[in-house]
């Protein structure tokens, strides 16, 4: 009889959404700390922390992640110059690819929402905790 696995499996989706929040995170913390003295100069950085620095630019990327998801899962990016020879398909079967494209393209906007999202919180959480 096959053994049965009760362990913490992550979805494919999931997978992508951890190895992308873990990248952007240490990408942000290598940038604030090796940074931090050139990014003072600027106004907006201007007498701020390490910290304060990091939960910034959470923020700013959790922001824009979040726009841009919400834009390509509500559809208006998906008008496009279709090519030639799917101008020549049948009715149903454009319809059907139609279909199919604008699912593959919620799901990735939902995705870019989630992260943002994500990004979003820790920004608040680690100006809450560490400021």
Same mark, same amino acid.
């Given at each position: 009889?096959?053994?049965?696995?009760?362990?913490?499996k992550?979805?494919?989706i999931n997978?992508?959404?951890?190895?992308?929040?873990l990248?952007l995170f240490?990408f942000?913390?290598?940038?604030?700390v090796?940074?931090?003295?050139?990014?003072q100069?600027?106004?907006?950085?201007a @007498?701020?922390?390490?910290?304060?620095?990091?939960?910034?630019? #959470?923020f700013f990327? /959790? !922001? $824009? +992640?979040f726009?841009?998801g919400?834009f390509?899962?509500?559809g208006?990016?998906?008008?496009?110059?279709?090519?030639?020879?799917?101008?020549?398909?049948?009715?149903?079967?454009?319809?059907?690819y139609?279909?199919? @494209?604008?699912?593959?393209q919620?799901?990735?906007?939902t995705? #870019?929402i989630?992260? /943002? !999202? $994500? +990004?979003?919180?820790s920004?608040?959480?680690?100006?809450?905790l560490l400021?």
């Open positions: 009889m096959a053994k049965k696995e009760n362990g913490f992550l979805s494919r997978k992508k959404i951890v190895l992308a929040l990248f240490f942000n913390i290598f940038f604030a090796f940074s931090f003295s050139f990014l100069d600027f106004w907006f950085f @007498s701020k922390s390490i910290a304060y620095i990091l939960s910034d630019l #959470l990327e /959790g !922001a $824009i +992640l726009a841009v919400a390509v899962a509500s208006l990016s998906i008008f496009k110059i279709e090519k030639a020879s799917s101008l020549y398909a049948s009715p149903e079967g454009h319809a059907e139609l279909r199919e @494209s604008r699912k593959k919620f799901k990735f906007g995705v #870019l989630a992260i /943002g !999202a $994500i +990004l979003i919180g920004s608040i959480a680690i100006g809450t400021i």
